[in-house]
T-cell receptor, first 112, second 113 residues
């Protein structure tokens, strides 16, 4: 079993839709949870960074962590064509970047 | 655009050869991490260098090795290349190894034939 599971999609939605992206994990030691966006031919870019359970909002993006269910989500409101990218979840047991475990990524297309 | 650059952008090698990939970190960053991203997969952590010393290593064999220079740029070396080494190799620089200050470069795409 992989440490982090993520539905690879692909996911296509119309512009303006609410998008829900999800990951599950097996390691209960994970405490730090991240979402990255990766455009084609680019490196990943950090979107959201949360610690432990709860919600965090940044503009159109909301990250949710449910440690009891080992489940994290990223919601994108009012999706735009520029949101079309691969979204990767990542998590770690410690604060450092030398301990990250990534999901496989979900490819999202927002259709104008 | 981040200030992290990688060279070369693409590379083709044959099985058994050796390869060196290079990374220039963002100004002010003292830590470089390397990741391997196979097609359709998420990045896998290879190792991290902090102030020229290895500071953590993922589940990769010893034929994956690295260096960090006094200017904090870094190299990834892979010996005895295997077909499964074909991937996008990402480097990310950060200040002190923190996730929130980590920025990724565009990657080097390696194809092993």
């Amino acid at each position: 079993q992989k440490e982090v599971e993520q539905d690879p999609g692909p996911l296509s939605v119309p512009e303006g839709a609410i998008v829900s992206l999800n990951c599950t994990y097996s390691n209960s030691a994970f405490q730090y949870f991240m979402w990255y966006r990766q455009y084609s031919r680019k490196g990943p870019e950090l979107l959201m960074y949360t610690y432990s359970s709860g919600n965090k909002e940044d503009g159109r993006f909301t990250a949710q962590v449910d440690k009891s269910s080992k489940y994290i989500s990223l919601f994108i409101r009012d999706s735009q064509p520029s949101d079309s990218a691969t979204y990767l979840c990542a998590m770690s047991a410690k604060t450092g970047a030398n301990n990250l475990f990534f999901g496989t990524g979900t490819r999202l297309t927002v259709i104008p | 655009e981040t200030g992290v650059t990688q060279s070369p952008t693409h590379l083709i090698k044959t099985r058994g050869q050796q390869v060196t990939l290079r990374c220039s970190s963002q100004s002010g960053h003292n830590t470089v991490s390397w990741y391997q991203q196979a097609l359709g997969q998420g990045p896998q952590f290879i190792f991290q260098y902090y102030r020229e010393e290895e500071n953590g290593r993922g589940n990769f064999p010893p034929r994956f090795s690295g260096l960090q220079f006094p200017n904090y740029s870094s190299e990834l070396n892979v010996n005895a290349l295997e077909l499964d080494d074909s991937a996008l190799y990402l480097c990310a620089s950060s200040l002190g190894g923190g996730v929130e200050t980590q920025y990724f470069g565009p990657g080097t795409r390696l194809l092993v034939l």
